[in-house]
């Protein structure tokens, strides 16, 4: 055993293949690392993967997917594929949400600019000028980040390289590094309504609404689907994390699959492996957790290690909800012709963050047919939930529950999808328990929320972590949730180890 820590079997462990932890790996082979992925589920990708019921296959989770553009340095997924020789063939989606909001607010987000502008100003026709002034200032953003490569805000030489060449756009950034998006939008913006929406712009992806939502973010958002669009994988979401794999394989890595991590092996207070459900322990220079802050710290660490760092960041953000989802197989004449892809619903703005208020919906076959049997569409419909509303039932409190949630949602839908209830031909309803089984995130949890308005982006930590050795990837680091955020987090994190083991 000895031995083995002194000479470590790989240069980096990676614990988890979200695409965060997948990005990280596939960075790191790419440099020459010798690297392996422990994935406790199945198959790769977690809140990016997929299942297949009677010839439907049906994305977890992520589905409207940002970062497969085709120039400037945001197109994160196109570019991670590609740094493994990997390709996906994805589908161009012309509107990146259609929203059904209360007071007849119905409104489509064009992949063109100009068109969604001129949609919303229709709309709110004397907030004209505060419109386009606010959706410009977000474009300010994305130049900056999309002028220069993406790699790590905690290696000084890219750091100061970055400023040589990007003086501008760096500066740019760090003025909007501390800045919500709602501060800004009441520069320009007076219209209560008009708010609401941008609320719920935000709210949508950050499940936050404007004030607490970073402005980088949501600078990447708001300008990237009209720039490098919303494109949908051919075959499904999960195929980007197939790719990857195949990609981490073909660079001499690997991956192990029912491979629950139960520990994080430390000697002198660094990280020097990990412990296996089956006490199997495995050795290597890094160790990366691509599972939450809150799994890493909270349960592959003794209490006694969980370093000041990480309380005083429990004390900044706190868990968001899950989600209760609902997977429809259903006729597809139920659809009429020119049916958007992604929905939004919401009757009340006093729901815009209640439990079970906000509804997202997401028709993938429409883009991609061949995820369902011929005739047929996916209906795949999320809304946020508590772990809380779920723990505690037994067995036919928890079916009869789940049943009476599909109910009403499907009665809610049927104001977007006149007929629904009797089209359906396949239902399936996961809970916040779903998300936690699968994805083992502690309570289900979609990811880190301020628990008050912080300053912007500042507050996130990057990768390296308190523990000498062992750093974290993914949605619980800088920037936060989404998949192109978490893959430049993987970037991030791939550069700052390849640093560190002297690969760069
Ligand atoms: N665009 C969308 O529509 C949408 C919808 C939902 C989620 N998302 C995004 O997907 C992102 C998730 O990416 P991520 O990379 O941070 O994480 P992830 O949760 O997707 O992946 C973590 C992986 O680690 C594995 N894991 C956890 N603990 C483990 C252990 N102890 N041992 C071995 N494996 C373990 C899990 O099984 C999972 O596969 C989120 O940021 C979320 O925003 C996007
Ligand atoms: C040197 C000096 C002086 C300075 C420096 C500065 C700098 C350089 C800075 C930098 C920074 C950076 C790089 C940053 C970055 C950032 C990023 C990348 C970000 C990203 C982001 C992204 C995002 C947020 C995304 C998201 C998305 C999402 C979440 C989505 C979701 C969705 C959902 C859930 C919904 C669905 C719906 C329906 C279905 C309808």
């Not at 009441?186 to 950050?206: G, Q, T, V």
Request: hydrophobic share 40%; proline share 6%; net charge neutral.
């Amino acid at each position: 055993m000895t031995a083995a820590i002194a000479a470590p079997a790989y240069d980096a462990i990676v614990i988890g293949s979200g695409i965060g932890g997948l990005v990280t790996a596939t960075q790191l082979a790419a440099k020459g690392a010798k690297v392996l992925v422990l994935e406790r589920y199945l198959i790769p990708g977690g809140s990016a993967g997929w299942f297949e019921r009677q010839g439907y296959r049906f994305d977890v989770g992520a589905s409207m997917i940002f970062g497969f553009g085709d120039r400037g340095t945001t197109n994160l997924l196109t570019r991670a594929l590609a740094d493994v020789g990997q390709a996906l063939e994805t589908i161009p989606d012309p509107v990146q949400i259609h929203y059904h909001l209360p007071n007849q607010l119905d409104l489509k987000v064009h992949r063109d600019y100009e068109a969604f502008l001129q949609e919303l100003i229709a709309q709110f026709p004397q907030e004209a000028e505060g419109i386009r002034r606010f959706y410009d200032e977000c474009w300010q953003v994305f130049n900056c980040l999309n002028a220069m490569p993406l790699l790590s805000l905690e290696e000084p030489k890219y750091l100061f390289n970055v400023f040589l060449q990007h003086p501008l756009a760096c500066l740019g950034l760090v003025k909007y590094l501390p800045q919500n998006v709602g501060d800004i939008a009441r520069r320009y913006i007076r219209n209560p309504d008009l708010l609401k929406f941008i609320d719920m712009e935000c709210y949508c992806w950050s499940v936050v609404p404007a004030t607490m939502t970073p402005m980088i973010n949501a600078g990447m958002v708001f300008s990237d689907r009209h720039y490098g669009g919303i494109n949908y994988p051919k075959g499904g979401v999960g195929r980007i994390a197939e790719k990857l794999v195949a990609g981490l394989e073909a660079k001499g890595s690997s991956i192990r699959y029912k491979a629950r991590v139960t520990r994080i092996l430390t000697e002198k207070g660094r990280a020097i492996g990990v412990e296996l459900a089956d006490g199997e322990k495995l050795y290597a220079k890094r160790i990366i957790s691509n599972a939450t802050r809150w799994n890493t710290f909270g349960e592959l660490l003794p209490p006694q290690q969980e370093p000041a760092q990480e309380q005083r960041w429990q004390q900044r953000y706190r868990q968001s909800p899950s989600f209760l989802s609902l997977h429809l197989g259903v006729k597809a004449d139920l659809l009429p012709a020119g049916t958007e892809c992604h929905h939004i619903l919401l009757e009340n703005w006093d729901e815009l963050e209640v439990e079970q208020g906000t509804i997202f919906v997401s028709i993938p076959t429409l883009l991609d047919p061949s995820l369902a049997p011929p005739d047929r569409h996916i209906i795949h419909t999320f809304t946020p939930s508590w772990l809380g509303e779920w723990d505690n039932l037994s067995p036919s409190e928890y079916r009869d529950r789940k049943a009476a949630a599909a109910a009403k949602l499907i009665q809610r839908l049927e104001a977007i999808f006149p007929g629904l209830s009797s089209a359906i031909d396949y239902q399936e309803v996961g809970t916040p328990r779903t998300h936690r089984r699968f994805l083992g995130r502690q309570n289900g949890t979609y990811g880190p929320i301020p628990r008050r308005k912080l300053a912007g982006l500042l507050g996130m930590p990057f990768n390296r972590t308190a523990i000498p050795g062992l750093y974290c990837v993914g949605d619980s680091t800088f920037p936060g949730q989404g998949l192109n955020a978490v893959a430049f987090s993987g970037y991030a994190c791939g550069h700052r180890v390849a640093a560190d083991l002297g690969l760069v």
